[in-house]
């Protein structure tokens, strides 16, 4: 019963280089989201992925892009890290598109140096 | 203005109480309301959903929603120690959630 998986669960990047966070779902859910959250601001939507094949930015989609790979997969890569992007990310996944409530992953814990 | 306004807390209550976390939202249009709660350094876990006006129970946990005002609560019967975590109010957009920043709760033995 693994639900949504989140690789990696640490990361320490320097300012400039590149990574790319992996999230797989198992449940067959067609909406799939990153999120990231920072202290006393709550969960910010980065972008997310109504179904298959389609991708949109949500409220902080700045110095990040995504890719939707199949059904299961959507990636997180941020080109080129700066401070500012050290927070905690979420991958989330729904069953329907629309107001449903979601299943999260553990998280990645991103710091930038 | 954010989307969705929550008490940062800390709210302090004794074992046995009852905890109220409240929450307002500022799209009139929004249709569903999530209550997550979240243990420092874990993920969000839904613990209640809500769609029309009135209340909804859940073993110690109800949740309220008065869509005129744009109010949404949660209210924990009998709290206990493992209660102690973050509770995060969620509001539908269209086909996303829009997150206040949460109430942090501790339960006091």
């Known amino acids: ?113 | 203005q954010k989307e969705v306004e929550q008490n940062s807390g800390p709210l302090s209550v004794p074992e046995g109480a009852i905890a109220s976390l409240n929450c307002t939202y500022s799209d009139r249009g929004s249709q569903s309301f999530f209550w997550y709660r979240q243990y420092s350094g874990k993920s969000p876990e839904l613990i209640m959903s809500i769609y029309s006006n009135g209340d909804k129970e859940d073993g110690r946990f109800t949740a309220q929603l008065n869509k005129a005002s744009q109010y949404v609560s949660l209210l924990i019967r009998d709290s206990q120690p493992s209660d102690s975590a973050t509770y995060l109010c969620a509001v539908s957009n269209d086909y996303k959630l829009s997150f206040g920043a949460g109430t942090t709760v501790t339960v006091r033995a």
């Open chain 1, 1 to 113: 019963n693994a639900g949504v998986t989140q690789t990696p669960k640490f990361q320490v990047l320097k300012t400039g280089q590149s990574m790319t966070l992996q999230c797989a779902q198992d449940m067959n859910h067609n909406s799939m989201y990153w999120y990231r959250q920072d202290p006393g601001m709550g969960l910010r939507l980065i972008y997310y992925s109504a179904s298959e094949g389609t991708t949109d930015k949500g409220e902080v989609p700045n110095g990040y892009n995504v890719s939707r790979l199949n059904k299961r997969e959507f990636s997180l890569r941020l080109e080129s890290a700066a401070p500012s992007q050290t927070s905690v990310y979420f991958c989330a996944s729904s069953e329907l598109t629309g107001p449903y409530g979601y299943t999260f992953g553990s998280g990645t814990r991103l710091t930038v140096v």
